[in-house]
């Protein structure tokens, strides 16, 4: 047992790449990526891609993974200010609240509603140990910072894209809402 301890602690150093310092301080990504998500302890969405769909008045909501394939592969996002960018729309935070566990959508729209904050922070992959940009959630705009982007089950086998919110502590248990981290992928 000892030994299978010190070996778990060794591994664990030795999957940890270095980063790079300075940190990042732009959030601000002018070149095109994807956005990959990321839970090791969760394979029906780890390492795949937030794909968009076409919705109602120029609208695009987010789904990964699905069969066939719910929405769109879109592999030239930005990131603008700290907000997930496609061509003219955003990504905001807004509707379909769900009162069992308090998620808000997170979608893609030109209208104003409040928006998704990210900050490019370097990362390891979970799996590989490259390192990576990641889309650190600093929260939502114009509200208490915190909380983290989550995500549930929805049809065709896809999981939508929520906002779970700072000082939440409720869960959906028909339809659980994973914590994912969120990697800016270069295309
Ligand atoms: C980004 O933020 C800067 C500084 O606050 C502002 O001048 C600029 O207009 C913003 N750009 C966009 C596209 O929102
Ligand atoms: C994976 O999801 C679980 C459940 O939401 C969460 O507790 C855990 O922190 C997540 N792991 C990562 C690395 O985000």
């Given amino acids: 047992m000892k030994l299978f301890l010190s070996l778990a602690t060794l591994v664990a ?11 990042i301080s732009s959030n601000n990504i002018g070149t095109d990526f994807r ?3 990321q839970n090791a302890s969760y394979p029906q969405v780890h390492n795949k891609y937030m ?30 200010n700290g907000s997930i960018n496609w061509v003219s729309i955003n990504a905001v935070i807004g ?6 566990d308090d998620t808000v959508k997170m979608f893609m729209t030109e209208r104003g509603d409040p928006r998704a904050l990210f900050q490019p922070m370097y990362g390891c992959h ?5 390192l990576q940009v990641e889309l650190r959630f600093v ?11 989550c995500v549930r089950p929805s049809f065709d086998g896809s999981h ?3 906002y779970y919110p700072p000082g939440n502590t409720k869960n959906d248990p ?9 990697v800016a992928v270069p295309t």
């Fill in 51 to 80: 794909n968009l769909m076409v919705s109602g008045g120029g609208d695009r909501h987010l789904y990964v993974g699905g069969t066939p394939q719910v929405g769109d592969t879109t592999t030239n996002l930005r990131l603008v």
């Fill in 35 to 37: 956005v990959q998500v």
């Fill in 139 to 149: 929260g939502k705009q114009n509200a208490t910072p915190g909380g983290w982007i």
């Fill in 95 to 100: 509707g379909e609240e769900s009162n069992v």
């Fill in 174 to 182: 028909n339809r659980f809402c994973i914590k994912v981290t969120l």
């Fill in 13 to 23: 150093i030795a999957a940890s790449c270095t980063i790079p310092s300075p940190p």
């Fill in 160 to 162: 939508e894209f929520r």
């Fill in 126 to 130: 979970p799996d590989t140990d490259q």
